[in-house]
């Protein structure tokens, strides 16, 4: 059974509109990830939630913003998408007891 | 943001071959996690690794935790079509945060 479901799988977004992306876990684990990835480098951690404890990271732009209402949903939100933004995004999960990282199957957003 | 090196970065073998890879890491680890990623999908966790020296097996991969804690090693036995893609390797730190640090990544093409 999927752990970590993002939705949409696919999303396309004009340059300067607002778009937000979604993922949910089945299993309520705490911990949260974002990362974006762009040609098939390795994935670029955004933020990550430690239950609402948010953490952003240095280098994420403030174009990017992101809500955990609760244990289950997490969203990225992207404030002004610019040519730039395009990329895939994924989500992730850490397991408590064996500190695993599970990641959806992420969404590839395209900037028009 | 902070990288490990991983090695080769592109390899093309033939159906049949093993194939060997490795990630090293200026700082200890506590955690290895083995990644590989088709064009399209998120990445798929293949073997964890928590203690140094521990070697584990997933079918035709084989995966060790090196016993300095600073690097990694991924073998794949007979290799098939199907193993083709991008193996990402990905370490915690001993820091106590909840983020995971990756490789760069390693492109295996397997010509039949």
């Known amino acids: 059974d999927a752990m970590v479901i993002q939705n949409p799988r696919y999303q396309v977004t004009q340059f300067g509109k607002p778009v937000t992306l979604s993922c949910s876990q089945t299993l309520n684990h705490n911990v949260m990830y974002w990362y974006q990835q762009k040609s098939s480098q390795a994935p670029k951690l955004l933020f990550h939630y430690y239950d609402k404890d948010f953490n952003n990271e240095a280098d994420t732009p403030d174009n990017f913003q992101s809500r955990r209402p609760n244990t289950s949903f997490c969203f990225l939100d992207i404030r002004s998408p610019g040519l730039g933004d395009a990329a895939m995004y994924l989500c992730a999960i850490r397991t408590g007891t064996y500190n695993e990282q599970f990641f959806g199957p992420g969404t590839r957003l395209t900037v028009l | 943001g902070q990288q490990l090196n991983q090695s080769p970065q592109s390899m093309f073998i033939q159906e049949g071959e093993d194939v060997s890879m490795n990630c090293t890491s200026s700082?200890?680890?506590?955690?290895w996690l083995w990644y590989k990623q088709d064009p399209g999908e998120g990445p798929v966790l293949l073997i964890a690794l928590y203690k140094a020296g521990e070697l584990t097996s997933n079918g035709r991969l084989t995966a060790q935790f090196g016993i300095t804690r600073k690097d990694s090693f991924l073998n794949i036995s007979a290799s098939i079509p199907s193993d083709v893609g991008i193996y990402f390797c990905a370490g915690r730190d001993t820091s106590g945060t909840y983020k995971y640090i990756f490789g760069t990544g390693t492109r295996l093409k397997v010509l039949a």
């Open positions: 700082s200890i680890f506590n955690t």
